[in-house]
T-cell receptor, first 114, second 112 residues
Framework: GQQVMQIPQYQHVQEGEDFTTYCNSS?????IQWYKQRPGGHPVFLIQ?????EVKKQKRLTFQFGEAKKNSSLHITATQTTDVGTYFC??????????????FGKGTHLIIQP | NAGVTQTPKFRVLKTGQSMTLLCAQD?????MYWYRQDPGMGLRLIHY???????AKGEVPDGYNVSRLKKQNFLLGLESAAPSQTSVYFC???????????FGQGTRLTVV
């Protein structure tokens, strides 16, 4: 089945520094989603990207979808302690048998040092 | 707004015991999913359903069974629990394909 690979697995930053996580697929994606999971919590949807080359912003967060629709990135400017958590990319698969489920990357754990 | 509700929130099982995890959603969503989350492994899809009465296997279906007899409920069963099934289980639902998924609070299962 389709897999999305995510790097890095862990990222330590000083508060105020920027953070970026990357998601890559060997196959063309119809769209890609990003989720955030706070420690001890459940994943919460952030955004979905659909178009080739799409860029979306949410305050300090910038999401990009590659031109070939095989990669995506999430960039956080000037991290704050509230950004702590694990960021996941996710994609729906579609195989010859029909629509498959929503599969997730392994996530990037963002650790912020004050 | 209840959203997605998982029952129970915590459970300890002995090896070989069986149990059922219940997921209920009140958003009239077509798609429902069961994931397990283990350290360093992210969220792995166990089984999913694209509508009432349908189920399909995900990435790690072995040792689990599911049923979707009612649109709002998705049950995950462990027939004979093993220590390797110790994990945090999340249920999620979405309106359809390529739409936002909403997650439950999770069930922490320990098999001893």
């Amino acid at each position: 089945g389709q897999q999305v690979m995510q790097i890095p697995q862990y990222q330590h930053v000083q508060e105020g520094e920027d953070f970026t996580t990357y998601c890559n697929s060997s196959t063309t994606l119809s769209n890609i989603q990003w989720y955030k999971q706070r420690p001890g919590g459940h994943p919460v949807f952030l955004i979905q990207l659909v178009k080739s080359g799409e860029v979306k912003k949410q305050k300090r967060l910038t999401f990009q979808f590659g031109e070939a629709k095989k990669n995506s990135s999430l960039h956080i400017t000037a991290t704050q302690t509230t950004d702590v958590g694990t960021y996941f990319c996710a994609a729906y698969a579609y195989s010859g048998g029909g629509a498959d489920g929503l599969t997730f990357g392994k996530g990037t754990h963002l650790i912020i040092q004050p | 707004n209840a959203g997605v509700t998982q029952t129970p929130k915590f459970r300890v099982l002995k090896t070989g015991q069986s149990m059922t995890l219940l997921c209920a959603q009140d958003m009239n969503h077509e798609y429902m999913y069961w994931y397990r989350q283990d350290p360093g492994m992210g969220l792995r899809l166990i089984h999913y359903s694209v509508g009432e009465g349908t189920t399909a296997k995900g990435e790690v279906p072995d040792g689990y069974n599911v049923s979707r007899l009612k649109k709002q409920n998705f049950l995950l069963g462990l027939e004979s629990a093993a220590p390797s099934q110790t994990s945090v289980y999340f249920c999620a639902s979405s309106p359809g394909w390529s739409t936002e998924a909403f997650f439950g609070q999770g069930t922490r299962l320990t098999v001893v």
